[in-house]
């Protein structure tokens, strides 16, 4: 199922999620932590770690289909 997120306010933004079963979706929440917070993610390494996990990153076009 296709999803999103986004901030829509300015200070930066904080998400909790509870993924059950989590399986191995808490080592990818690991890997995406540890990006460097104070600079915009690398679109490679977000797309690397992405499809270790074997997800798919879409654009808001493919996601209302």
Same mark, same amino acid.
């Given at each position: 199922?296709?999803?999103?997120?986004?901030?829509?306010?300015?200070?930066?933004?904080?998400?909790?999620?509870?993924?059950?079963?989590?399986?191995?979706?808490?080592?990818?929440?690991?890997?995406?932590?540890?990006?460097?917070?104070?600079?915009?993610?690398?679109?490679?390494?977000?797309?690397?770690?992405?499809?270790?996990?074997? #997800?798919? #990153?879409?654009?808001?076009?493919?996601?209302?289909?």
């Amino acid at each position: 199922v296709g999803h999103g997120f986004t901030n829509v306010g300015a200070p930066p933004a904080r998400t909790l999620f509870s993924v059950t079963p989590a399986a191995n979706f808490a080592r990818f929440f690991e890997e995406l932590s540890a990006l460097p917070a104070d600079l915009p993610p690398a679109p490679a390494k977000v797309h690397e770690i992405f499809a270790r996990y074997e #997800i798919d #990153i879409v654009s808001p076009e493919e996601v209302c289909r």
